[in-house]
Structures are given as structure tokens and as C-alpha cells.
């Protein structure tokens, strides 16, 4: 094969993109001649990839006429978020009890059913600055709360028996459970607190319904 053909060859190669592995055979003339592509060859090309037999393709297409990546999560009822909850509180005191009781009730809102448990969390505004309440230990009961329903918890605190003016309560701080956006509400018990030695919170807190929980009427 003569240089200039060599060249042809090697550039019409390229232009289609494959790489062709020949053998050379000498004609009568003594010129070489580039053999023939083998049938198998020929046959790989033109065959389509795996399209009849349910190869690979088949199965990129199950994946992608299946459910959505995510589209399971999708379906979880979400966390009750601070705005879509009416927070109130009222007095909740017994006589007869050993100590206070405010009650705070967190009504759903939304529009839509959410996931609530846990611990909130409660801060009490004092002349003496903020006095964060403690957990009283009581199990965490997971609860789905339908649009309209509420679940409420309670604020144990002691009364001022002191005979003194004691810490003077000016307003509650309440956080709903895995959420970070606070209400600020009127404190509806007790004016004051006694004083305490300061060896820890006076003020205690029950998880999402132990303070009872009901449906939309409720």
C-alpha cells in the first residue's frame, strides 16, 4: 500500500470514531490490499445493544417507571413546625395539689396532620431574668396530631408560701419540641415564685400529652 493510500485509510478511520485491526494479503500484482472486515465484525455492528432479550436497558427503564427516589420519605407525616400550632396556656391548678399547675395546649393549625413528641421547651420571664424550666422525666409518647386536634402538657411550679414578695413571673417563653421558633405568651398562674437557694430550677415540665390530648372538639 502506497504511502499517500495509507494515509487515506488511516484519516477515513478516523472519521467514523472506530479503530480497525486489518491484515495485509499480496494480489497477483504484488500490490497489497486491505482484506475484507470479518463477519462477526459486521454482525456486532448491526446488531442493536441488548434491546430484545431484557439486558440492561430493560432494567435502566424498571428504575425509571418506578416510585421517585425519596417518594417513600414523601409520604411521612412531617414534625409540627411553630407556625402552624396555636400555643396557649392557662391555670390548671387543682386545690388540694401539692404544687401549681399551668397547662399549655398546642393545637395543629396546619391544615394538614403532624408528627409531635417530646420535651418542649420553657422558659419563664422573671423580674430576677429568664428561669428555664426542667424535664420531669416522664416517658416521650409519640403522637400524630390530625388538623384541629391539640396535645398539651403541663408547668409544675411551687406556690409562694414565703409570705414575701418572692420572684415576680412577667411572661412564659414556650419552644415546640424540635423546633427553634419560640412564642412568647401572658403567664396565666401564679404572680410569683418563692425564692429558691438557687440550687437548681424551681419549675418542672411533662412531655407532649401528659397534660391530656383530644380531637378537633376538644
Known amino acids: 500500500m502506497s504511502a499517500s493510500r495509507r494515509k487515506a485509510f488511516l484519516v477515513s478511520v478516523a472519521l467514523v470514531g472506530g479503530t480497525l485491526l486489518m491484515t495485509a494479503c499480496q494480489d497477483t500484482d504484488g500490490n497489497a490490499a486491505p482484506s475484507a472486515p470479518s463477519a462477526a465484525a459486521d454482525d456486532k455492528a448491526a446488531t442493536p445493544p441488548a434491546a430484545s432479550d431484557g439486558g440492561g436497558d430493560k432494567g435502566s427503564a424498571e428504575q425509571g417507571s418506578g416510585a421517585p427516589a425519596g417518594s417513600k420519605d414523601g409520604n411521612k407525616v412531617e414534625k409540627c413546625r411553630t407556625n402552624g400550632l396555636k400555643i396557649t396556656a392557662t391555670d390548671a391548678t387543682i386545690d388540694g395539689d401539692g404544687e401549681n399547675t399551668v397547662a399549655v395546649e398546642l393545637r395543629n393549625t396546619s391544615g394538614k396532620d403532624c408528627a409531635i413528641s417530646g420535651y418542649a421547651g420553657v422558659d419563664l420571664k422573671t423580674n430576677q431574668g429568664a428561669l428555664s424550666a426542667k424535664r ?39 419552644t415546640p419540641p424540635d423546633e427553634t421558633n419560640p412564642v412568647t405568651l401572658k403567664w396565666p398562674g401564679a404572680a410569683t415564685l418563692p425564692v429558691t437557694d438557687g440550687s437548681g430550677s424551681p419549675v418542672k415540665i411533662g412531655p407532649m400529652g401528659s397534660a391530656g390530648q383530644g380531637g378537633a372538639g376538644s
Open 136 to 174: 420531669s422525666g416522664e416517658p416521650v409518647v409519640p403522637a400524630i396530631l390530625k388538623n384541629g386536634e391539640m396535645t398539651a402538657f403541663g408547668i409544675h411550679y411551687p406556690e409562694n408560701k414565703s409570705g414575701g414578695s418572692g420572684v415576680r413571673i412577667t411572661g412564659l417563653v414556650v
